[in-house]
Structures are given as structure tokens and as C-alpha cells.
């Protein structure tokens, strides 16, 4: 079995089918996400970790040194990680496709692992925040990207996310951006727009 560094919960999907990585946001926990993958994606390995910083008792998958401050060595390290579990399981599963899925915290992680990695066919960035200019390290022809984001969202500023969501696209991704009127809180119409996406694989 899989050494994984993270509590998680698992559920085995059929060979030849996608694995897809959710992601919980800072306080969240392995549960957040699960069900809901479950339910999108009923034939795939479900993969849920538990982020494995606690921030005054907050679970998160990278250390911050102040709200949209980043320690970056931290994400290094991180997005190290996070790359290695999601191929360890891809591998073990026997994948046909690497998905991912992530809220706030657990779309920073997504993303980046995404940004210098590549791993991920597909990704879906539930109100991230990338609040640096990211190197391009490698081609992100052929991923698809869905980004969901509040227009209010004082968290992950409008600004910030069509930067990211532009970085992606000129690494030649596929984009599409949804926006909901509110804040950083995840809106019906996202839901429906992430079911659209993943419904494909």
C-alpha cells in the first residue's frame, strides 16, 4: 500500500477509471469534499487528505505568514508532496486520468502543483489565491482548467484570480472562469458548473 504522509480518506474506484484529488480550504478536513467527489465522480478513486500544517488548530497543506502571504519554502515543500502522494496513487489505482478539486487553501495547493508539476489532466480552482507571478516550468497544452471565484470575494481578489487564470492560458491550458456575485462561500451555480466540467470523465 501507498506510504502517504497525510491522513485521508479513500475510496477505491475501478481500474481505468480517473482518480480525482479533493481538497478542503484552511479549518476543512478530509470529510469536506469527500462525499461530494463521491458523488460526482461514482466510478473514480476518490482521494481526500487532511492538510498537514495546523494553523491555530486549522488544518492547511502550506504554511502563510499572514492572510495572502505565503512561505513560499513551505508550498515548496508542499507541492513536492502533494505531487508525489497524487502520482503514488494514480499508480497504485491504476488511473486513467489524474483529476483535482480544491477550495480556497486546497486550490493554492492544486494550483501550484498543477503550475509546476502538470501532473493534472484536469483541475478544478474553487476560489484560489496565487498571490505571486509563478515561473513557467512546463507546457499545460491539453490540461483543462475550470476556475470558480466571487466577485466580492475579499479573500481572492478579483484581480489575482484573472492573473492566474491568464498565467494558465498563456501556459496553454484550457480555461474557463465562472464568477458568482458574493464572496469567498461556494455558490449553487458553482456546483453546477463543476458537475458540467467533471461530468466528462
Same mark, same amino acid.
Request: aromatic residues 8%.
Given at each position: 500500500?501507498?506510504?502517504?504522509?497525510?491522513?485521508?480518506?479513500?475510496?477505491?474506484?475501478?481500474?481505468?477509471?480517473?482518480?480525482?484529488?479533493?481538497?478542503?480550504?484552511?479549518?476543512?478536513?478530509?470529510?469536506?469534499?469527500?462525499?461530494? #467527489?463521491?458523488?460526482?465522480?461514482?466510478?473514480?478513486?476518490?482521494?481526500?487528505?487532511?492538510?498537514?500544517?495546523?494553523?491555530?488548530?486549522?488544518?492547511?497543506?502550506?504554511?502563510?505568514?499572514?492572510? #495572502?502571504?505565503?512561505?513560499?519554502?513551505?508550498?515548496?515543500?508542499?507541492?513536492?508532496?502533494?505531487?508525489?502522494?497524487?502520482?503514488?496513487?494514480?499508480?497504485?489505482?491504476?488511473?486513467?486520468?489524474?483529476?483535482?478539486?480544491?477550495?480556497?487553501? #486546497?486550490?493554492?495547493?492544486?494550483?501550484?502543483?498543477?503550475?509546476?508539476?502538470?501532473?493534472?489532466?484536469?483541475?478544478?480552482?474553487?476560489?484560489?489565491?496565487?498571490?505571486?507571478?509563478?515561473?513557467?516550468?512546463?507546457?499545460?497544452?491539453?490540461?483543462?482548467?475550470?476556475?470558480?471565484?466571487?466577485?466580492?470575494?475579499?479573500?481572492?481578489?478579483?484581480?489575482?484570480?484573472?492573473?492566474?487564470?491568464?498565467?494558465?492560458?498563456?501556459?496553454?491550458?484550457?480555461?474557463?472562469?465562472?464568477?458568482?456575485? #458574493?464572496?469567498?462561500?461556494?455558490?449553487?451555480?458553482?456546483?453546477?458548473?463543476?458537475?458540467?466540467?467533471?461530468?466528462?470523465?
Amino acid at each position: 500500500m501507498t506510504e502517504t504522509g497525510y491522513v485521508h480518506r479513500l475510496h477505491a474506484g475501478a481500474p481505468d477509471k480517473p482518480i480525482l484529488l479533493v481538497l478542503h480550504g484552511t479549518g476543512g478536513d478530509e470529510n469536506q469534499f469527500f462525499d461530494f #467527489g463521491r458523488r460526482l465522480l461514482p466510478e473514480a478513486t476518490i482521494l481526500s487528505p487532511r492538510g498537514d500544517v495546523s494553523e491555530h488548530g486549522a488544518a492547511r497543506f502550506f504554511r502563510r505568514t499572514g492572510e #495572502g502571504v505565503y512561505d513560499m519554502p513551505d508550498l515548496s515543500r508542499a507541492t513536492e508532496k502533494m505531487a508525489a502522494y497524487v502520482k503514488a496513487f494514480a499508480d497504485e489505482y491504476q488511473a486513467s486520468e489524474i483529476l483535482g478539486l480544491g477550495f480556497s487553501n #486546497g486550490a493554492n495547493i492544486l494550483a501550484n502543483v498543477l503550475i509546476e508539476k502538470g501532473i493534472f489532466d484536469a483541475a478544478v480552482l474553487m476560489h484560489p489565491l496565487i498571490p505571486f507571478q509563478p515561473e513557467a516550468q512546463v507546457t499545460l497544452v491539453g490540461r483543462k482548467v475550470l476556475v470558480t471565484a466571487g466577485q466580492r470575494d475579499p479573500i481572492a481578489p478579483v484581480s489575482m484570480t484573472e492573473a492566474l487564470s491568464e498565467h494558465l492560458k498563456n501556459r496553454e491550458a484550457e480555461v474557463r472562469v465562472v464568477w458568482h456575485p #458574493g464572496g469567498h462561500e461556494i455558490a449553487p451555480l458553482e456546483i453546477d458548473a463543476v458537475r458540467d466540467f467533471l461530468g466528462n470523465y
